[in-house]
């Protein structure tokens, strides 16, 4: 700090030591409109200045005072760093949400502090900001609620690391909400197949089930090598091709069977068609199932009756 910024401050200290919080309120008030109106210009040692100033103010200036000083620093690219700092740790999330959300000025390591530490709706804001770093999302992942792992999993702006996102996962498995947001998370695609092939279907399945970036080639090759509930999370996709139904009848036990003949989306060949009949004639529930669709080939449908008699 400069001598002649020294000498404002005493001054400063001096004057508020008799200060009432309306005056407080008063001189924050005005000092942040003349910070504002020419922030772009400003030095960095002129930020400096304002920043003791305004973090001196903070202490007794008005609850909602402070609401307004977040609103209109969080957009600011050189807002004064220890204001913000000393903003988005307030326990109000209607004086910290504005900085958490939107301020440039708050490190990856001051986010991750905060996101330790505070509650549920700062870990919100948090994850509603343009740009969130692997460091930042681990901690979001292992704290954050189930409308804070949604806003993450909808943030372009987020990066996972491959341990969070598997995490990540795992929480998705008994949350339908979540397990939607999951599967389309942008996380390189190398990630996701891999991930589609483990072996611990709460990892694999969400993927499975969701994600657009797996091929029907990779599908129909999952079908043949992996498990039975592998088979069974393919069986619900919105789309499959008769490839990937060819292997799930060739492979499937009766409820990933079951379960993609009801599929809409599926698409069946003639020989898996038959299977499917020829299966139902052992399994009503599957011959009822085989009914109900409406692309069953022509020439089939007296070997579905007698399956169905």
């Known amino acids: 700090m400069t ?7 005493t001054e400063l200290d001096t004057a508020l030591s008799r200060a009432s919080d309306s005056r407080y309120t008063s ?52 807002a004064p760093v220890n204001v913000v700092v000393r903003l988005s740790h307030e326990d109000d999330i209607a004086i910290s949400g504005p900085v958490l959300e939107n301020s440039e000025v708050l490190t990856e390591q001051a986010l991750a502090e905060i996101a330790k530490t505070k509650s549920q709706e700062h870990l919100a804001a948090i994850a509603s900001r343009r740009r969130i770093g692997e460091t930042v999302t681990d901690i979001l992942v292992d704290r954050g609620n189930t409308e804070v792992a949604c806003k993450m999993t909808g943030n372009q702006g987020a990066r996972f690391s491959e ?100 599929n809409e989306g599926a698409r069946f060949s003639e020989i898996g068609f038959v299977k499917l009949i020829n299966g139902a004639k052992s399994d009503k529930v599957l011959a009822a199932t085989i009914a109900a669709r409406s692309d069953i080939p022509p020439e089939l449908l007296p070997f579905l009756k007698l399956a169905l008699a």
């Open 163 to 262: 341990p969070g996102f598997v995490k990540l996962i795992k929480r998705a498995k008994n949350d339908k909400t979540l397990a939607a947001a999951v599967a389309v998370v942008d996380v390189p695609a190398n990630v996701i197949v891999c991930l589609a092939y483990d072996d611990d279907i709460a990892i694999a399945g969400p993927i499975i089930e969701k994600s657009n970036v797996l091929t029907m080639e990779i599908l129909a090759d999952i079908a043949t090598t992996k498990s039975h509930r592998h088979l069974t999370a393919i069986a619900g996709r919105a789309q499959i091709n008769e490839t990937v139904t060819d292997a799930l009848i060739a492979r499937g036990n009766s409820d990933a069977i079951r379960k993609v003949a009801a």
């Open 27 to 78: 001189i924050l008030r005005r000092v942040t409109d003349l910070f504002l109106g020419d922030a772009e210009r400003f030095s960095g040692d002129h930020v400096a200045v304002f920043d003791d100033v305004i973090v001196r103010l903070i202490e007794g200036t008005e609850h909602s005072a402070l609401i307004e000083l977040s609103a209109k620093l969080a957009p600011v690219g050189n």
């Open 3 to 9: 001598s002649e910024a020294r000498s404002l401050m």
